[in-house]
């Protein structure tokens, strides 16, 4: 299979869920690839032709089937390899928990940093963008505030096991690093963001996508 990215972006969720795939020795795994996009490449036509948004993560299976879109790929990659414990199984109540943050994460908090980031996508006068910034930057205070409550005592969101939630708020939580009021300053946090970045499987997608865990300059990569 093949796992289309943008270093440092939302695909990394994704690519890290591989990686742990990898670390799990599944008992039949098919070849993984990483195609690392190129700035814009992801706007031309060939990448197109495979996620016609041209946004990342495209999950392009061994039979050519193409699934995009964080949560999707996330619980696909959960699924096809339950032996990861990436998500409790259907019918049990974390289940829904997982479903629930991963969601905030990749609707609510993915948006708000587009907006903040990307304030011309959403306002395209420039009159209306410093006003648009700063309810983005408000509106993600009370999410990493939100995601921060949401750590229990196991130092997960679910249970003792990664979960794709927690890969997910991984990479949420490192863009909120170039915050001005960021991820550092949420202390629950900021140790969660730490650990996470530990993770061999997190080590090596990292590396692959040559980022560290410096502040991100451009706060979506
Ligand atoms: N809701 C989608 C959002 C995907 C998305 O917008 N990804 C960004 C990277 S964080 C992207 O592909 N941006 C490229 C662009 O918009 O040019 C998901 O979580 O997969």
Redesign the pocket.
């Known amino acids: 299979m093949k796992l289309y990215a943008?270093p440092g972006?939302?695909?990394l969720?994704s690519h890290i869920a591989l990686e742990v795939v990898r670390d799990s020795v599944p008992p039949e795994l098919p070849p993984i690839s990483i195609i690392l996009l190129g700035r814009?490449e992801?706007?031309g036509a060939a990448y197109r032709a495979i996620n016609p948004?041209?946004?990342?993560?495209a999950l392009q299976l061994e039979d050519g089937t193409v699934i995009?879109?964080?949560?999707?790929?996330l619980l696909w990659i959960a699924d096809r390899f339950p032996g990861t414990g990436l998500a409790a199984r259907p019918g049990n109540i974390e289940r829904d928990r997982v479903h629930t943050l991963l969601s905030s994460?990749?609707?609510s908090a993915?948006n708000a940093?587009?907006m903040y980031r990307?304030t011309e996508?959403y306002v395209d006068e420039p009159r209306g963008q410093e006003a648009a910034k700063r309810l983005a930057l408000n509106r993600l205070a009370e999410l990493l505030a939100y995601f921060a409550g949401q750590v229990r005592e196991s130092g997960l969101l679910v249970g003792e096991q990664v979960t794709v939630a927690d890969i997910m708020l991984f990479v949420v939580a490192r863009w909120g690093m170039s915050l001005p009021h960021g991820t550092q300053n949420y202390p629950k946090l900021w140790d969660f963001t730490q650990r996470m970045a530990i993770l061999p499987a997190t080590v090596r997608a990292m590396e692959t996508e040559g980022i560290s865990m410096d502040v991100p300059a451009d706060g979506?990569?």
Not at 53 to 57: C, Q
Not at 68 to 73: D, M, Y
């Open positions: 943008l972006s939302a695909s969720a814009e992801n706007m948004f041209g946004t990342v993560p995009t879109e964080s949560l999707a790929v994460m990749v609707t993915h940093f587009q990307r996508r979506l990569g």
